[in-house]
C-alpha cells in the first residue's frame, strides 16, 4: 500500500511540471493575444506597449472569481495612476473572448478602463514560467456559470521599458493579495521612474 502511494505522488510530481516564475532582470518574452476593452475587441502586443512605457502584465485565474473581481476592480480604480506615470496594464487569464468581454465591459470590474486578454491554450502564461491547473470538473464563478478553462496562477509581472522585468509579484509565494498586487505594482512603477 505505501508502495503504492509512493508510486502515485511520484507520477502526480512527474506529470506537473514545477515552474518558478520569471526572476527580476529576466527578458519579458514578448506576446500577442486577443482580448477586450470595454467589451470591444482589442489585440496587445507586448512590444509594441512597452514602445510606450512600463507594462504591468497581471495573469489571473478566472473572471468573475472573487480575488480576481477585487483586482480587476482596483486597477480599474487605479488605472489613472499608472496612465500618470506612462504605465499601461493588461490582465491575462485563460477564459474565452466571450466571458472576457462581458468582464472587461462590465463597471463593477474592469469598467472597460483597461485590457484583458485570453490565454486560452495557455501558451504565453507558460512561456513566463507560471503553474497553470486544469480546469476543475464543477467549477462555477459567482454568476453560478461553469468555469470550462485552466486556471492560471495569480502572479503580476511589472516590465520596464526595455523589456526586463522589474519585480514579480505572487500571491502564493510573496503572500499578497489581489487588491496589494496591484498597489506594490504601482509603488514599483512610480519608484522606477
Known amino acids: 500500500m505505501k508502495?503504492?502511494?509512493?508510486?502515485?505522488?511520484?507520477?502526480?510530481?512527474?506529470?506537473?511540471?514545477?515552474?518558478?516564475?520569471?526572476?527580476p532582470g529576466d527578458k519579458a518574452p514578448d506576446f500577442t493575444l486577443p482580448g477586450s476593452l470595454g467589451g470591444k475587441d482589442f489585440t496587445f502586443n507586448l512590444k509594441d506597449a512597452l514602445k510606450k512605457g512600463p507594462v504591468v502584465v497581471y495573469f489571473y485565474p478566472s473572471a468573475y472569481t472573487g480575488g480576481c473581481d477585487l483586482e480587476a476592480h482596483t486597477f480599474a480604480e487605479n488605472i489613472?495612476?499608472?496612465?500618470?506615470?506612462?504605465?499601461?496594464?493588461?490582465?491575462v487569464s485563460a477564459d474565452d473572448l466571450t466571458r472576457l468581454k462581458k468582464f472587461s465591459a462590465d463597471p463593477s470590474f474592469c469598467a472597460g478602463k483597461f485590457p484583458i486578454a485570453?490565454?486560452?491554450?495557455?501558451?504565453?502564461?507558460?512561456?513566463?514560467d507560471l503553474n497553470v491547473s486544469p480546469a476543475r470538473e464543477g467549477a462555477k464563478d459567482v454568476n453560478k456559470d461553469a468555469i470550462n478553462h485552466a486556471f492560471i496562477?495569480?502572479?503580476?509581472?511589472?516590465?520596464g521599458k526595455n523589456g526586463n522585468v522589474l519585480a514579480t509579484l505572487s500571491s502564493k509565494t510573496d503572500g499578497l493579495s489581489p487588491d496589494q498586487h496591484v498597489d506594490k505594482s504601482l509603488e514599483i512603477i512610480t519608484a522606477s521612474k
Open 153 to 159: 496562477e495569480r502572479v503580476t509581472y511589472v516590465i
Open 80 to 91: 489613472g495612476k499608472f496612465q500618470a506615470a506612462g504605465a499601461s496594464v493588461i490582465g
Open 3 to 23: 508502495r503504492q502511494l509512493a508510486v502515485g505522488l511520484l507520477a502526480a510530481l512527474c506529470a506537473s511540471p514545477a515552474y518558478a516564475a520569471l526572476k
Open 118 to 128: 485570453s490565454d486560452e491554450s495557455t501558451t504565453v502564461a507558460k512561456s513566463y
